[in-house]
Every structure is written in C-alpha cells, then in structure tokens.
C-alpha cells in the first residue's frame, strides 16, 4: 500500500521521503522499492515522529513527509500538514497501525494526498492473510491506482500503461468488510484495557516511563509500550509468569544494514535508540481480561520490589 501510494505520486529514484527512525521496516523498504532515499529523523517522546527535525531535513529532494501513526498514536498531523503545505510537499501517511484512531475528530489517512494501511494478522482491521488498503480523495490518484493495481488494465484487450499485479483478494475483502464494522469497539476495548495498565503503572515512575497521552486523540494502542528500567531482566521474569513482551523494536531502522549502508551512525538519532534499550510492548489486546490486565500489573510491580530489595 506504501509501495502505490508513492508510485501513484510519481517518486522515483534521486527523490527523498522523509520518515521517522523508529518504525516498521515497511516504511522504509517501501521508499527504496520506489527508488527513492529514505531520509530519516529521529522520535520524540511519544515516540512519534519529530517534527522540528523533519523541518530541518527538508531539501530541495524531499518529495514526501511520511509520518507514521507509531503504535496506534499519532504524531501532531495538523502541524505536519502546515509544515509540508509551506514547503510544497506531499504528506503521505503509514496509517497501518493508526486505524480507528482520532486526531481533533478527524482519522488518520485523511491528512496526506494518498495514504496507507496495512491488514496484516497482527493489525486491529485483519483479513486473515495479508492485504493493505490505500486511501486518497483524489481522482486522479484514485483512478491511476485502479489501473495500476490491475497491470494497468483498461480491458481486457488493452492496457494504458505497464502496471501490476496489487489486487487484494475477494476472501480478503469479505473479511475487511466484517472487520470494519467491529473497528470502533475494539479500539474502545483496546482503550479500556490500557487505561487500567496505565493506571497501575504510572505508579512504578521513574522505574516504569509512559508515554503522554494527547488531549483529543483517541489512540488505537496496537501497541502498548512503555519504558521500562532493567528490561531484559523484566521481560524475562514476565515471560516465566507467562505474560508474552515484545520489544519493537530492538534496533532502530537508521541501524539496520541498509540504513547504515545509507550513512547513518548509532549517536545520529539519540531518542529513538535510548527508547530502543528499554522499551516493552505489553499485552493490550481486546480479548483480555480485567483479571488478566491486573496479572500484569501485579506482576510488574512485584518484579521492582523485588529488584530494590
Ligand atoms: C504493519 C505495518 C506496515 C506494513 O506491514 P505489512 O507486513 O506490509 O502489512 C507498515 N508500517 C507500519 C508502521 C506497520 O505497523
């Protein structure tokens, strides 16, 4: 979805697409299938992109601000939009983990020109497989995406120009259509579920850092994550208990082999790679119990007594 949502702007090879160190390779790998240069900035606190960096990296290269919606948060939109109208950019969203979620009333993938989602298995709008979604309000896009998915088709007999093969799959499409009508309660579950973590666990600071939550934004926790001190240690215990952590991620893209093919250096983008030692993503999921959630909690602060004693 990422993929067509920028060939359907035309980046191609010596374009630039800024994005944020500290998300899915997806993002990234879809820029460089396009032939373009990923252009990374690093995450603020809410582990979201960093805007006053994403002003500074802008070139006379940069084609596309592709925030990522991190986690089921979301970066400050209105303020990117601003940023990207001034310097006559495109915004296109990664709104892959971001849907369900509210910015000030308004959802992710309705700010950028084209923008896109993803309905892998593990995404709170899944197909039971693998398929994406690509979202514009704009016919043009629209109508070149329609051929473009379809090997360019106009008919049988006759194609406009040389496409591919992107279609979803019509079990696929059956299943996202359930889905979509189940989005908005389970993102009020997945709600639910973290405000109780969230209010066990502010208790643990400075041992357990949460994130802010913004005022108006309704997030989709796809994930909930925190930082944690001595994480390892605590991931370990949890998974005796049989509470499954994972950690998303341990290496940061700027770091990974391609991004430092690219350059980049561990020191270049300090948030992102200190969140990398200590965050944990903790269950959140809509299937869990108060019970279950309290577990958690139970546990987490048995294991930092435990730790101080
Ligand atoms: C899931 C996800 C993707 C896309 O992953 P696919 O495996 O292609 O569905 C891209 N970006 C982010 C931020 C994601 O969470």
């Not at 979201?48 to 006379?60: A, H, L, P």
């Not at 005022?215 to 998974?239: H, I, P």
């Not at 893209?253 to 969140?275: A, I, M, T, W």
Request: with cysteine.
């Amino acid at each position: 979805a990422i993929i067509l949502s920028l060939k359907a702007l035309g980046i191609k090879k010596g374009d630039e697409v800024i994005t944020v160190c500290n998300s899915f390779y997806a993002t990234a790998g879809a820029i460089a299938a396009c032939g373009a240069t990923p252009v990374f900035v690093d995450c603020d606190e809410r582990y979201q992109i960093d805007i006053e960096q994403v002003k500074i990296k802008i070139s006379k290269k940069t084609k596309v601000i592709m925030p990522v919606h991190w986690g089921g948060a979301s970066p400050d939109m209105q303020q990117l939009s601003k940023i990207a109208k001034k310097n006559n950019v495109h915004i296109v969203e990664d709104a892959c983990m971001g849907i369900g979620a509210k910015i000030n009333g308004k959802s992710p993938g309705t700010f950028g020109i084209v923008n896109a989602f993803s309905m892998h298995p593990l995404k709170s709008l899944n197909v039971m497989g693998d398929g994406g979604m690509v979202v514009t309000n704009n016919t043009k896009i629209f109508n070149w995406l329609k051929k473009f998915r379809n090997h360019g088709m106009i008919n049988r007999d006759k194609i406009d120009f040389w496409g591919v093969n992107a279609r979803l799959q019509p079990l696929q499409a059956v299943v996202a259509i359930e889905g979509l009508k189940k989005i908005d309660r389970l993102v009020q579950r997945r709600n639910y579920n973290a405000k109780i973590l969230d209010k066990g666990l502010k208790k643990l600071y400075p041992n357990v850092i949460l994130p802010s939550r913004k005022k108006n934004y309704l997030e989709t926790f796809a994930l909930y994550m925190g930082r944690f001190k001595k994480r390892d240690k605590l991931k370990k215990f949890l998974n005796k208990k049989k509470i499954d952590t994972k950690i998303h991620y341990p290496i940061p893209l700027h770091l990974q082999k391609p991004g430092v093919d690219l350059g980049y250096r561990r020191g270049n983008f300090k948030s992102s790679e200190n969140q990398a030692k200590e965050l944990l993503t903790l269950p959140v999921h809509q299937y869990l119990t108060k019970s279950q959630l309290n577990y958690i909690i139970k546990n987490i602060n048995f294991f930092y007594k435990k730790e101080k004693n």
